[in-house]
């Protein structure tokens, strides 16, 4: 699976996007080791707190699946129809990513056209995991 291709994926999921209220829609694909890619987008709630990202549909949805380890994850955003050029997870979805990742996993932002490729390390240093609670 290309870097291009995974984003490309992303972009085709934001356009299942539920955001009513924010009007920024979020599309992620994420790859399993096992090569099967997973798709999310954000679902918005209007009471807000249930909302739900792309990064953890698509990681919620590869878990329910049983996939348990993960490459990389593309994540496309921004206000209307238009694409930002950068999209960063939220700090949960950085939290519940190092759940299943290793900090050498692989977080692609922009677009299609113009993106960089991040480890989630550089995105969530000193992170907090399975580790820390032995």
């Keep these: 699976?290309?870097?291009?291709?995974?984003?490309?994926?992303?972009?085709?999921?934001?356009?299942?996007?539920?955001?009513?209220?924010?009007?920024?829609?979020?599309?992620?694909?994420?790859?399993?080791?096992?090569?099967?890619?997973?798709?999310?987008?954000?679902?918005?709630?209007?009471?807000?707190?249930?909302t739900n990202c792309a990064e953890r549909t698509a990681l919620f949805k590869a878990v329910s699946e049983g996939e348990?380890?993960?490459?990389?994850?593309?994540?496309?955003?921004?206000?209307?129809?238009?694409l930002a050029e950068f999209c960063a997870p939220c700090g949960v979805c950085r939290q519940v990513l190092a759940e299943f990742c290793d900090g050498d996993f692989r977080i692609l932002l922009g677009t299609p056209e113009k993106y960089s490729a991040h480890t989630l390390s550089e995105l969530l240093p000193y992170s907090f995991g399975k580790a820390d609670l032995k």
């Design 68 to 82: 348990r380890e993960f490459t990389a994850i593309a994540v496309v955003g921004g206000k209307g129809a238009e």
């Design 1 to 50: 699976m290309t870097d291009l291709k995974l984003m490309e994926l992303a972009v085709e999921a934001r356009k299942n996007s539920y955001a009513p209220y924010s009007d920024f829609h979020v599309g992620a694909a994420l790859l399993g080791k096992s090569g099967r890619v997973y798709t999310g987008c954000n679902v918005e709630n209007a009471g807000y707190t249930p």
